[in-house]
């Protein structure tokens, strides 16, 4: 009886052991680095696979391992080995107080400031691209790419409209938008399902009824969603542009349906960024016939957002990592690089790419800037993005009254810091 | 009339004592160590968490704030309430229609009929493909400009009954739940065929001779003995649409102004979205006591003459 017990519970034990040392091991030698990436784009992918490559040439032992996840999964991968001591040695991430910000407080990112006097990467980035950096005391990543968003328009539906020039004030954007609809054309294609996407018109709309100052308090909570009368002006225009200027199904339709619209020639306008150049190529459009203006706020600053790559301070191979992102951001890799994840890229030296005509036209977008303003979802906390977002759509859908939908805003925001 | 007596199995030989209870101990001690780690532990730490404030980071605080999270969630949560009351609303419309068109179709297809078996197969396809796939199809039959559903009304001279299907925050949830229905019919349709199964023909025959219509033979004979299985499809159903998520999150991802919200994906928006676990917590313990509250009884009610 008792050997018999003994038997199954030997086999018991050597079975959950076995089970147990199925788990998989990671890179624990000193010539392996970790890189964890959002999934990569089929032109991108080749791009980054052959930068890896040239590092590994140029480094022999050393092996990087990239790991790619969808965006979601990329940002829960991150949040569940923080404070782990495991995870990645470098990865990708977006700026932002409420994006990066939130791995730096969690202890996922290292202070790079020693490598950045190492490797004089103060002198290799442009003074914007390294605001993303600093924002949060020290340096916290290095600059991966400098994202901006602007207005990409169809000039053959343009002209279709009468429209002979690009709008230079928001008067003008509204009257060109009136003209399209007059000639039977979708002023522009939004996608209400990513809520992301209407918000792109609602940060703009801020900026341009709030100006920078405000817009910038408003965002940051030093003012008042409640009290400044900018904001209600702002819902109503958002109001304006969902009744009269968005395509029809607008909230039942994802970005990428939406965009369809765009690129059948059935939309006359995108708010989109960078990426939007190759992404309109794809897609079978001759860039010569689209052109891109930046939203006409009237405040001069551009909508943008930054991506760098971090170092975990997990990571027992930082000079290793430093040593991967010096590589990687330097000029001659990012001169062979340029317009693959944007059409400029972070490192000063390097212009502007030449294979698509739009990259050349983002250029002058961020040289006569007048700073930045960050879309909400990158400036506001998680939950008060969601509850920014019900708002913007109760607002399309006549469910909160424009006048109303800034004190209800500040309630949540006012609740949530409790 | 007849009436129908619980079916005794046959007496078995196999007596469980002490020394073969001893043998099994080793034998269940994975999955035990499995059970308590991946349900019971994740399980109690939910209802822990639900009362305190964490975003979700091993490295950051989990602040202890007593049944604030549950305050705030019953009185400040904007969403809270649509979530629950769509929720609410998936349980009763799950219950009333796709289980009696499931247990109609059964009855139907457990006739002698030519293309029986085709019919049951093409019934109980949908229930075979991931909701996430169900959702994609879903989301371009009801496409506003390209979709199946307007340009179909449109041929047949009722456009004018296109719509916004998934767009209008007042039949959104409809719309999902139509998908839905298309999805669940077959898992119920298989659980009746089974249950059918077992209802003795000579009962069936003796109520006939006793004059009992059509009507009457479904009511007193069939019915009763399907009870075991519509406890089972009853809480299933139940258990299931509590925990509906993947299909809204495909179609609507709980739009447009969350008004196709449901407590699981409202859940899983405040833990990793909204980073608040602990309010993420507090929706998953309210969704805990409200599964159990319906289907712990009605297991006990319907299953008290089973035993």
Same mark, same amino acid.
């Given at each position: 009886m008792l050997r018999k017990f003994l038997a199954t519970a030997t086999a018991a034990v050597v079975l959950a052991v076995g089970l147990s040392g199925c788990s998989a091991a990671g890179a624990n030698d000193d010539k392996t680095l970790v890189f964890w990436t959002v999934t990569q784009g089929d032109e991108q992918l080749p791009v980054l696979e052959d930068m890896i490559q040239r590092f590994e040439d140029a480094h022999p032992g050393v092996t990087v391992d990239l790991e790619q996840r969808s965006i979601d999964a990329h940002k829960d991968a991150l949040r569940q080995v923080a404070g782990t001591g495991v995870g990645p040695d470098v990865y990708f991430y977006w700026e932002g107080s409420g994006l990066a910000g939130e791995l730096v407080d969690a202890g996922?990112? %290292? =202070?790079l400031t020693s490598y950045y006097n190492k490797y004089d990467w103060d002198d290799r980035f442009t003074s914007a691209a390294l605001a993303g950096i600093t924002q949060y005391g020290g340096h916290h990543g290095v600059p991966w790419t400098r994202q901006a968003m602007a207005v990409y328009y169809n000039k053959t539906l343009f002209k279709k409209a009468g429209i002979a020039t690009e709008p230079t004030t928001y008067d003008e954007l509204i009257a060109d938008a009136d003209a399209l609809v007059d000639a039977g054309v979708t002023p522009i294609e939004v996608g209400g399902t990513v809520n992301w996407h209407i918000m792109r018109l609602l940060d703009s709309l801020v900026e341009t009824e709030c100006g920078a100052t405000t817009a910038t308090a408003l965002f940051s909570g030093s003012a008042s969603w409640a009290d400044e009368t900018c904001v209600t002006a702002s819902y109503e225009q958002l109001k304006t542009w969902g009744d009269k200027y968005f395509n029809d199904g607008y909230l039942s339709m994802s970005n990428d349906d939406s965009s369809l619209l765009f690129f059948s020639g059935d939309a006359a306008m995108a708010i989109e960024g960078t990426w939007f150049d190759g992404t309109v190529v794809e897609n079978g459009m001759d860039p010569n016939e689209l052109g891109i203006f930046r939203f006409?706020? #009237? $405040? #001069?600053r551009l909508s943008g957002f930054g991506e760098a790559l971090y170092v975990n301070d997990?990571? $027992?191979?930082k000079d290793l990592a430093a040593t991967f992102l010096d590589f990687v951001t330097s000029t001659p890799i990012q001169k062979d690089s340029v317009g693959t994840w944007a059409s400029l890229s972070a490192n000063k030296e390097v212009a502007a790419g $030449? =294979?698509?005509?739009? =990259? %050349?036209?983002w250029e002058p977008f961020f040289t006569e800037a007048d700073g930045v303003y960050n879309p909400a979802d990158q400036s506001l906390s998680g939950e008060v993005t969601t509850e920014y977002w019900r708002i913007q759509n109760a607002v399309l859908t006549g469910e909160i009254a424009p006048a109303d939908a800034g004190a209800q805003l500040q309630t949540f925001i006012d609740g949530s810091a409790k | 009339m007849t009436t129908l007596s619980p079916r005794r199995g046959a007496p078995s030989s196999y007596r469980p004592d002490a020394r073969n209870g001893m043998l099994a101990v080793p034998y269940l001690v994975p999955a035990l160590v499995l059970y308590v780690g991946f349900v019971l532990y994740p399980l109690v730490d939910t209802v822990r968490l639900s009362f305190f404030s964490w975003s979700g980071f091993r490295t950051r605080p989990q602040d202890f704030v007593g049944v604030d999270n549950y305050v705030r969630l019953f009185t400040a949560d904007p969403v809270f309430w649509r979530a629950m009351l769509n929720s609410v609303l998936w349980v009763a419309l799950s219950l009333l229609v796709p289980m009696l068109l499931s247990l109609v179709l059964a009855l139907a297809l457990n006739r002698r009929m030519v293309g029986r078996n085709v019919f049951r197969s093409i019934f109980y396809m949908p229930a075979v493909f991931a909701s996430i796939t169900v959702a994609a199809v879903w989301r371009w039959i009801y496409n506003p400009t390209m979709g199946a559903l307007n340009q179909l009304l449109d041929h047949v001279g009722l #456009? #004018?009954? %296109?719509?916004?299907w998934l767009g209008d925050p007042s039949i959104a949830i409809y719309s999902i739940f139509a998908a839905s229905i298309w999805q669940a019919v077959g898992f119920g349709l298989v659980l009746f065929l089974a249950g059918l199964q077992q209802v003795q023909q000579e009962l069936v025959d003796s109520a006939r001779v006793d004059g009992a219509n059509a009507w009457h033979v479904f009511r007193n004979v069939t019915l009763p003995a399907l009870r075991p299985t519509t406890a089972v499809v009853v809480v299933l159903t139940v258990i299931n649409s509590l925990k509906v998520y993947d299909l809204v999150v495909g179609m609507t991802g709980g739009g447009?102004?969350?008004?196709?919200?449901?407590l699981a994906l409202w859940s899983v928006t405040q833990s990793f979205q909204n980073h608040n676990v602990g309010m993420g917590s507090a929706v998953a313990v309210v969704l805990l006591v409200i599964s159990l509250s319906l289907v712990v009884p009605y297991l006990v009610w319907s299953l008290r003459d089973n035993k």
């Amino acid at each position: 009886m008792l050997r018999k017990f003994l038997a199954t519970a030997t086999a018991a034990v050597v079975l959950a052991v076995g089970l147990s040392g199925c788990s998989a091991a990671g890179a624990n030698d000193d010539k392996t680095l970790v890189f964890w990436t959002v999934t990569q784009g089929d032109e991108q992918l080749p791009v980054l696979e052959d930068m890896i490559q040239r590092f590994e040439d140029a480094h022999p032992g050393v092996t990087v391992d990239l790991e790619q996840r969808s965006i979601d999964a990329h940002k829960d991968a991150l949040r569940q080995v923080a404070g782990t001591g495991v995870g990645p040695d470098v990865y990708f991430y977006w700026e932002g107080s409420g994006l990066a910000g939130e791995l730096v407080d969690a202890g996922l990112s %290292a =202070d790079l400031t020693s490598y950045y006097n190492k490797y004089d990467w103060d002198d290799r980035f442009t003074s914007a691209a390294l605001a993303g950096i600093t924002q949060y005391g020290g340096h916290h990543g290095v600059p991966w790419t400098r994202q901006a968003m602007a207005v990409y328009y169809n000039k053959t539906l343009f002209k279709k409209a009468g429209i002979a020039t690009e709008p230079t004030t928001y008067d003008e954007l509204i009257a060109d938008a009136d003209a399209l609809v007059d000639a039977g054309v979708t002023p522009i294609e939004v996608g209400g399902t990513v809520n992301w996407h209407i918000m792109r018109l609602l940060d703009s709309l801020v900026e341009t009824e709030c100006g920078a100052t405000t817009a910038t308090a408003l965002f940051s909570g030093s003012a008042s969603w409640a009290d400044e009368t900018c904001v209600t002006a702002s819902y109503e225009q958002l109001k304006t542009w969902g009744d009269k200027y968005f395509n029809d199904g607008y909230l039942s339709m994802s970005n990428d349906d939406s965009s369809l619209l765009f690129f059948s020639g059935d939309a006359a306008m995108a708010i989109e960024g960078t990426w939007f150049d190759g992404t309109v190529v794809e897609n079978g459009m001759d860039p010569n016939e689209l052109g891109i203006f930046r939203f006409p706020t #009237g $405040t #001069g600053r551009l909508s943008g957002f930054g991506e760098a790559l971090y170092v975990n301070d997990a990571s $027992t191979k930082k000079d290793l990592a430093a040593t991967f992102l010096d590589f990687v951001t330097s000029t001659p890799i990012q001169k062979d690089s340029v317009g693959t994840w944007a059409s400029l890229s972070a490192n000063k030296e390097v212009a502007a790419g $030449t =294979d698509n005509p739009l =990259d %050349a036209l983002w250029e002058p977008f961020f040289t006569e800037a007048d700073g930045v303003y960050n879309p909400a979802d990158q400036s506001l906390s998680g939950e008060v993005t969601t509850e920014y977002w019900r708002i913007q759509n109760a607002v399309l859908t006549g469910e909160i009254a424009p006048a109303d939908a800034g004190a209800q805003l500040q309630t949540f925001i006012d609740g949530s810091a409790k | 009339m007849t009436t129908l007596s619980p079916r005794r199995g046959a007496p078995s030989s196999y007596r469980p004592d002490a020394r073969n209870g001893m043998l099994a101990v080793p034998y269940l001690v994975p999955a035990l160590v499995l059970y308590v780690g991946f349900v019971l532990y994740p399980l109690v730490d939910t209802v822990r968490l639900s009362f305190f404030s964490w975003s979700g980071f091993r490295t950051r605080p989990q602040d202890f704030v007593g049944v604030d999270n549950y305050v705030r969630l019953f009185t400040a949560d904007p969403v809270f309430w649509r979530a629950m009351l769509n929720s609410v609303l998936w349980v009763a419309l799950s219950l009333l229609v796709p289980m009696l068109l499931s247990l109609v179709l059964a009855l139907a297809l457990n006739r002698r009929m030519v293309g029986r078996n085709v019919f049951r197969s093409i019934f109980y396809m949908p229930a075979v493909f991931a909701s996430i796939t169900v959702a994609a199809v879903w989301r371009w039959i009801y496409n506003p400009t390209m979709g199946a559903l307007n340009q179909l009304l449109d041929h047949v001279g009722l #456009g #004018g009954l %296109a719509h916004e299907w998934l767009g209008d925050p007042s039949i959104a949830i409809y719309s999902i739940f139509a998908a839905s229905i298309w999805q669940a019919v077959g898992f119920g349709l298989v659980l009746f065929l089974a249950g059918l199964q077992q209802v003795q023909q000579e009962l069936v025959d003796s109520a006939r001779v006793d004059g009992a219509n059509a009507w009457h033979v479904f009511r007193n004979v069939t019915l009763p003995a399907l009870r075991p299985t519509t406890a089972v499809v009853v809480v299933l159903t139940v258990i299931n649409s509590l925990k509906v998520y993947d299909l809204v999150v495909g179609m609507t991802g709980g739009g447009p102004v969350q008004s196709t919200q449901v407590l699981a994906l409202w859940s899983v928006t405040q833990s990793f979205q909204n980073h608040n676990v602990g309010m993420g917590s507090a929706v998953a313990v309210v969704l805990l006591v409200i599964s159990l509250s319906l289907v712990v009884p009605y297991l006990v009610w319907s299953l008290r003459d089973n035993k």
